[in-house]
């Protein structure tokens, strides 16, 4: 399985990004997918999940800002992010997710989100 995420970039204050993640596997939509974020030094956190079935949850840290979406027939999982904060920056990544909340299958490059004051 290859997952390619995409979108991060550099963003002042209150901008707004898309990510999106493309997966590899056929199985795609049957598969709870989530969003994770991690700052070097400390560890990966989930930060939002859509399950197959498109229910939504997402981390207090994030909740009215980030949206997460799933296109099964591309089989690609998405990530509006809107108002950032600096606190926002990290490396992002994007997994199937399973028990635990623990990424499924092996880690693909993230896309690095970064936001200035």
């Known amino acids: 399985v290859q997952l390619q995420a995409s979108g991060g970039g550099l963003v002042q204050a209150g901008g707004s990004l898309r990510l999106s993640c493309k997966f590899s596997n056929n199985l795609f939509n049957v598969y709870a997918m989530a969003w994770y974020r991690q700052v070097p030094g400390e560890q990966r956190d989930v930060v939002a999940t859509?399950?197959?079935?498109?229910?939504?949850f997402y981390a207090d840290s994030v909740k009215g800002r980030f949206t997460i979406s799933r296109d099964n027939a591309k089989k690609e999982v998405y990530l509006q992010m809107n108002s950032l904060k600096p606190e926002d920056t990290a490396v992002y990544y994007c997994?199937?997710?399973?028990?635990?909340?623990?990424?499924?299958?092996?880690w693909g490059q993230g896309t690095l989100v970064t936001v200035s004051s």
């Open positions: 859509i399950t197959s079935g498109g229910t939504t």
């Open positions: 997994n199937a997710q399973k028990g635990g909340g623990v990424g499924r299958f092996p």
